[in-house]
């Protein structure tokens, strides 16, 4: 735990907003980083709902802030440095953690210090987005408003912490663009942003 200087991180399953593979992606996730010294939170958030398919934040972002509130409240009890809490996220999961950086307000204490973002889905229009994550996020027919407050790539920022991407280039299901698209808008708005692209694994790295 010393080598990681009491550091933090929620962990956000995927599911396409429809499910949570909570045990591959997330206790498995939680165990490994458990071993590496990191405090870890496995997330079983609620899902979307439809009366904040229009307004409102979905019961998942609202899950993953007060998660990130809750680490820094008991940072004292459970040994956690306060200023080393972070989220990270796999496919739907890594928009939900991506969300939530973007999302979150650091006086109520709801600001992960770092965000990671695995094969994540990003985008919420395009012929790269994950139509099934956005329509169960924001339903069949989402305004154009709400279309951009969700699209990541949209919400760059300089105030935004540190972020970690990490995409395969043969993924299929959340391709690639989700990754790279995002990247370049936190490098533009000057977040401190690094993107790792590997050639195989498709989508979960299954294929490793």
Same mark, same amino acid.
């Given at each position: 735990?010393?080598?990681?200087?009491?550091?933090?991180?929620?962990?956000?399953?995927?599911?396409?907003?429809?499910?949570?593979?909570?045990?591959?992606?997330?206790?498995?996730?939680?165990?490994?980083?458990?071993?590496?010294?990191?405090?870890?939170?496995?997330?079983?958030?609620?899902?979307?709902?439809?009366?904040?398919?229009?307004?409102?934040?979905?019961?998942?972002?609202?899950?993953?802030?007060?998660?990130?509130?809750?680490?820094?409240?008991?940072?004292?009890?459970?040994?956690?440095?306060?200023?080393?809490?972070?989220?990270?996220?796999?496919? +739907?999961?890594? *928009?939900? /953690?991506?969300?939530? #950086?973007? &999302?979150?307000?650091?006086?109520? =204490?709801?600001?992960?210090?770092?965000?990671?973002?695995?094969?994540?889905?990003?985008?919420?229009?395009?012929?790269?987005?994950?139509?099934?994550?956005?329509?169960?996020?924001?339903?069949?027919?989402?305004?154009?408003?709400?279309?951009?407050?969700?699209?990541?790539?949209?919400?760059?920022?300089?105030?935004?912490?540190?972020?970690?991407?990490?995409?395969?280039?043969?993924?299929?299901?959340?391709?690639?663009?989700?990754?790279?698209?995002?990247? +370049?808008?936190? *490098?533009? /708005?000057?977040?401190? #942003?690094? &993107?790792?692209?590997?050639?195989? =694994?498709?989508?979960?790295?299954?294929?490793?």
């Amino acid at each position: 735990k010393a080598a990681h200087r009491n550091a933090a991180m929620v962990v956000c399953p995927g599911g396409g907003y429809a499910m949570e593979v909570i045990d591959r992606e997330g206790h498995a996730i939680a165990r490994y980083f458990a071993s590496q010294g990191l405090t870890m939170a496995v997330l079983k958030y609620r899902l979307p709902k439809a009366d904040t398919f229009e307004k409102g934040l979905p019961d998942s972002q609202q899950d993953a802030l007060e998660a990130i509130r809750m680490l820094r409240h008991h940072a004292s009890d459970w040994q956690i440095d306060p200023q080393r809490i972070g989220i990270i996220g796999f496919s +739907a999961g890594g *928009h939900l /953690a991506g969300s939530t #950086a973007m &999302l979150s307000d650091a006086a109520d =204490g709801s600001r992960p210090d770092f965000a990671v973002l695995m094969y994540a889905v990003t985008l919420m229009r395009g012929e790269s987005m994950h139509a099934g994550s956005r329509e169960r996020l924001l339903g069949p027919t989402p305004s154009e408003a709400r279309i951009a407050e969700f699209s990541l790539e949209k919400r760059a920022r300089p105030s935004l912490p540190p972020f970690f991407l990490c995409h395969a280039t043969n993924d299929k299901v959340v391709p690639l663009p989700n990754a790279e698209l995002l990247a +370049a808008a936190l *490098h533009q /708005a000057n977040v401190p #942003a690094e &993107l790792l692209i590997v050639n195989s =694994g498709g989508h979960g790295f299954q294929s490793c």
